[in-house]
């Protein structure tokens, strides 16, 4: 992710004040993401993915991985994503293990 962020704020010419602007985050914050050294707080996911305009993380190969990546790219936790579809956590869970959801 951090690499992703780095090239595309350059070839925007984007300082790091900049561009953590336009995600929302503390400038101080960017710097430790670019470098790897650092992985941003779920809530930032969302507008960083807006400011790259692509998700750079490899796409999951199973239904748990795409609705965690789903669930993700959107900023939530697992507990709000159950909440908002009115299921039971455990649930939710379970479907992230690898349990299919019964129709």
Do not use: N
Not at 12 to 28: D, F, K, N, W
Not at 42 to 71: H, V, W
Not at 89 to 95: E, R, Y
């Amino acid at each position: 992710m951090g690499e992703h962020l780095r090239r595309v704020r350059l070839d925007r010419g984007l300082s790091q004040r900049q561009a953590a602007e336009a995600i929302g985050c503390h400038p101080t914050a960017l710097l430790p993401w670019e470098k790897g050294s650092a992985e941003p707080e779920l809530r930032f996911l969302p507008a960083i993915l807006r400011f790259l305009g692509y998700d750079p993380r490899p796409a999951p190969a199973t239904f748990g991985g795409r609705l965690r990546a789903a669930r993700e790219a959107k900023g939530l936790t697992a507990r709000e994503l159950a909440r908002r579809l009115g299921l039971d956590p455990g649930t939710l869970a379970a479907w992230g293990d690898g349990c299919r959801p019964r129709s």
